[in-house]
């Protein structure tokens, strides 16, 4: 047995790692950027305590606060070990989804399915469409996070005789609380449980303590204002909420049996009244329930209890996407359990078709997988398939943007305009196009300057705080050398969103031009607290050697080239630095450290012409290093 064991645990993690192999390949997507690129806060251990205190360090955007601590703790560990690289963090996605599957299999072997039965439903669960998301999302890993010590809970629950096992059980629960708040759901399946499965007097010692830390949990989110702000900040009452998830749990139902137009941004639109499509929903759903009830009164009740408990939160509390595919995780684990039970009753041509539906949507998936594989990618295949959206064809323009193709990107922001007039980040986005066009363009430069300001005047009408829209006014009015004004807006933004690193770049360039050079570099430090950038660096080196401070000016170049190497204008104020720092040192008279900083300038000189190899000026640069060298 415990050969069989071994060799199924094997075949199930090879299986579900060969098939998502394709996902190591992947990228950053929109939500990564604020809460993981961008967010300082998971570069250094010294937050991590104020994790679980802080849900406004979530993100770079204190707005976009959530209390997610596990999440940000794994954020800061990934970040310790490979910096910025999408690999590592996609590789602990995966990871988290086997330890999913794996449970999945040992719950079913627990609640009596055959070794067969177990790991079929298992691959199901770990190999399914659905499942990409949280796989090749990085932020959607809280979901897995958290599902898995659910599981693990779960699994404890149903052995714990031993207060050990018992233990393990609360510190799991606890642990999935803090990865998302959705995990409060499971006391109430465990009730679900005892009354749909053992049919036997609920044993409410058993299930007091997790009440108990649900209660703890919710007096936490209270007191730290995230419960308040997020219920406050709801984008929709909650009569539009419930018929708009009534909708919700039919389409949830027709992609979860067919999973082949999976979408990150589904075409689903929010209901106020109680429509055709409403009615239809709830005539539907109260058929189903019927079918349901009468078809699996007995145990099998109970896995539909769990799945629609795991969907419970996000069918009640008012969320801004009204349908995502990564809240059916749990769910699918629920059925991936569920159905490894039923496996010993069906017969055998039945089993076989299953195993072969199990390989086809291994297929999907790994089809699925390359979809994520970049922004571009992703949201081509969104913008495709939601053609009625306006934030596919956003972000889409966003990527095109990205790669320089300037009029499929202003195509993409015009559409989302036709398509939602008060889209903000559309209506910014291509008033940037025009303020880019504008830098290069100076024959229609008033024009293009007259469009970008008209733009970003509309955008801060309706929204006066919008950072990008404020702070992209003030570029356009240090253009048009409006100094004044263009610090105005700067000044405001910081003053509304001080953690905004473009905003005191910004205004640093203007002092920079003000030669108020000690202000200049101030201000690209406050800017460094927020994003780590080559080009924030090398301004800061800049600043410095304009301050005469050259041996900061050089630690800020090596640190401007550690992010980006093949910047030749980096490498060339470097080396001009270390010439000068070395001329002062003494290289011509022999000094060790003057002949090794001369050393250094060689080597960067030398970098500069590898990147750079008609670099004029460096080349001379380095002829006249070499005669003068001792």
Not at 10 to 27: C, D, E, M, P, Y
Not at 55 to 69: C, E, H, N, Q
Not at 100 to 108: G, K, Y
Not at 438 to 450: I, Q, V
Request: with cysteine.
């Amino acid at each position: 047995m415990a050969r069989s064991t071994a060799g199924a645990l094997l075949f199930l993690i090879a299986g579900i790692g060969l098939v998502f192999a394709n996902a190591l390949a992947g990228s950053f997507h929109y939500d990564d950027f604020h809460s993981l690129v961008l967010n300082p806060h998971v570069r250094s251990w010294e937050n991590a305590a104020s994790f679980f205190t802080d849900p406004s360090l979530f993100s770079v955007d204190p707005t976009k606060a959530m209390y997610r601590p596990l999440v940000l703790l794994t954020y800061t560990v990934n970040h310790a070990l490979g910096g910025y690289s999408p690999t590592g963090y996609l590789f602990v996605n995966l990871v988290l989804h086997l330890g999913c599957a794996l449970l999945v299999w040992a719950l079913a072997r627990r609640l009596g399915a055959q070794p067969a039965g177990a790991l079929w439903g298992a691959a199901l669960f770990g190999l399914y469409p659905l499942c990409t998301e949280p796989v090749n999302y990085v932020s959607s890993r809280s979901e897995s996070l958290a599902v898995l010590f659910q599981l693990v809970a779960f699994y404890c629950f149903l052995t714990g005789d031993s207060l050990r096992r018992r233990g393990i059980g609360w510190l799991s629960f606890m642990l999935a609380l803090l990865s998302k708040s959705v995990a409060f759901v499971l006391p109430a399946v465990f009730i679900a449980y005892e009354v749909f499965w053992r049919r036997e007097r609920i044993q409410w010692e058993r299930h007091a303590p997790y009440w108990a830390l649900s209660g703890i949990y919710l007096s936490v989110i209270f007191a730290n204002r995230f419960l308040g702000a997020s219920l406050a900040n709801a984008p929709r009452g909650l009569y539009e909420q419930l018929l708009t998830q009534s909708k919700a749990l039919i389409y949830y139902a027709y992609i979860g049996i067919f999973p082949t137009h999976l979408n990150v941004e589904h075409q689903f639109y929010e209901s106020s009244s109680l429509e055709t499509g409403c009615l239809f929903a709830l005539l539907a759903l109260g058929s189903l329930c019927a079918v349901l009830i009468l078809r699996y009164r007995g145990r099998g009740f109970f896995f539909i209890c769990w799945g629609l408990l795991s969907l419970a939160p996000t069918l009640v509390v008012p969320l801004n996407v009204l349908v995502n595919e990564h809240r059916l995780y749990a769910l699918i684990a629920a059925a991936g359990v569920g159905l490894s039970l039923e496996w010993q009753g069906w017969r055998s041509h039945v089993k076989w078709a299953l195993c072969g539906w199990v390989c086809v949507v291994a297929m999907l998936t790994q089809e699925r997988n390359q979809v994520w594989e970049d922004e571009r990618s992703l949201w081509e295949d969104s913008a495709r398939k939601s053609p009625g959206m306006a934030r596919p064809q956003v972000f889409l323009g966003n990527a095109l943007r990205e790669a320089g193709e300037r009029a499929d990107a202003k195509a993409r922001y015009e559409r989302a305009l036709q398509i939602d007039p008060s889209q903000r980040s559309a209506r910014t986005n291509l008033a940037n196009i025009y303020l880019e066009a504008a830098r290069t363009d100076s024959a229609n430069r008033p024009a293009l300057l007259a469009r970008a300001q008209m733009h970003y005047l509309r955008v801060l009408e309706a929204e006066p705080d919008y950072r990008e829209a404020l702070t992209n006014l003030g570029s356009l009015y240090m253009m048009q050398g409006a100094w004044e004004e263009a610090e105005a807006l700067f000044s405001r933004t910081i003053e509304k969103h001080p953690h905004y690193a473009d905003a005191y770049y910004n205004w640093a360039m203007i002092k920079v031009q003000q030669g108020a050079f000690a202000e200049a570099v101030s201000l690209f430090l406050r800017a460094l607290d927020w994003e780590q950038s080559a080009e924030l660096w090398y301004e800061l080196g800049n600043g410095y050697a304009r301050l005469d401070q050259l041996d900061r000016a050089i630690d800020a170049y090596r640190r401007a080239l550690a992010l980006d190497g093949r910047a030749g204008h980096i490498w060339y104020n470097f080396a001009e630095v270390l010439l000068v720092a070395g001329e002062r040192a003494g290289a011509v008279r022999g000094s060790d450290r003057g002949l090794a900083l001369w050393k250094e300038a060689e080597e960067a000189l030398e970098h500069l012409l590898v990147v750079e190899v008609g670099h004029a000026r460096g080349r001379q640069r380095l002829l006249q290093l070499r005669e003068r060298m001792p």
